[in-house]
């Protein structure tokens, strides 16, 4: 049984950086993207990029390049999303999510992990 | 990039009527790679449709999704109460993956 299980809630000043991780389970991974989708408070779903576990291969939107990594670690089969120079605009949920690597659409989503942003 | 118009914003029905909401896209989206989710807060999004038409796994079938090209349509046949949540389409046919805006379908 597929499962993704994200950490916890943090709470981070502004210019803080932050790292969300994604536990997966059921996977087998030379056949799925892991994607990260935020979604800041009353708006709606933003896609942020994705990771190839296979080979670490990254694709993310132009938006975040720069201030975004995502890695992967194969031994415990876990996806991290790593924010940089956090500001309060970066306040969101933010969701792991797997597709297939020829189906791009999000079949499987990670409970959420609330980032909030504060002085 | 893929800009997704949803509309209409808000849909106001009575559980057992029929919504249809519609998502029109700045540019084709090839091969329908166009997917619906169900988004309710507090939870994780649900894929619904793949494909602009395929139903992903364990949807009723009261969910049906159509189009191509630019306009594309979710229809939801007999709305029932858990069905009362926001939807968003998505395409990802091209980089970045982008999201409509969402539609909220409420009980009027």
């Known amino acids: 049984q597929v499962q993704l299980v994200q950490s916890g809630a943090e709470v981070k000043k502004p210019g803080a950086s932050v790292k969300v991780s994604c536990k997966t389970s059921?996977?087998?991974?030379?056949?799925?993207?892991m994607h990260w989708v935020r979604q800041a408070p009353g708006q709606g779903l933003e896609w942020m990029g994705w990771i190839d576990p296979n080979t670490g291969g990254t694709n993310s939107a132009q938006k975040f390049q720069g201030r975004v990594t995502l890695t992967w670690d194969t031994s415990i089969t876990t996806g991290y999303l790593d924010v940089t120079g956090l500001r309060s605009d970066d306040t969101a949920v933010y969701y792991c999510?797997?597709?297939?690597?020829?189906?791009?659409?999000?079949?499987?989503w990670g409970q959420g992990s609330l980032v909030t942003v504060s002085s | 990039e893929i800009v997704l118009t949803q509309s209409p914003g808000t849909l106001s029905l009575s559980p057992g009527e029929k919504a249809t909401l519609s998502c029109r896209a700045s540019q084709t989206v090839m091969n329908s790679n166009l997917a619906w989710y169900q988004h309710k807060p507090g939870q994780a999004p649900i894929l619904l449709i793949y494909?602009?038409?395929s139903r992903a796994t364990g949807i009723p079938d009261r969910f049906s999704g159509s189009g191509s090209g630019t306009d594309f349509t979710l229809t939801i046949r007999r709305l029932e109460t858990e069905d009362f949540a926001v939807y968003y389409c998505?395409?990802?046919?091209?980089?970045?993956?982008?999201f409509g805006g969402g539609t909220k379908v409420q009980i009027k």
């Open positions: 494909g602009a038409s």
């Open positions: 998505q395409q990802y046919d091209s980089s970045p993956l982008t």
């Open positions: 999510a797997m597709s297939g690597k020829f189906l791009l659409a999000l079949r499987d």
């Open positions: 059921g996977y087998t991974f030379i056949a799925y993207y």
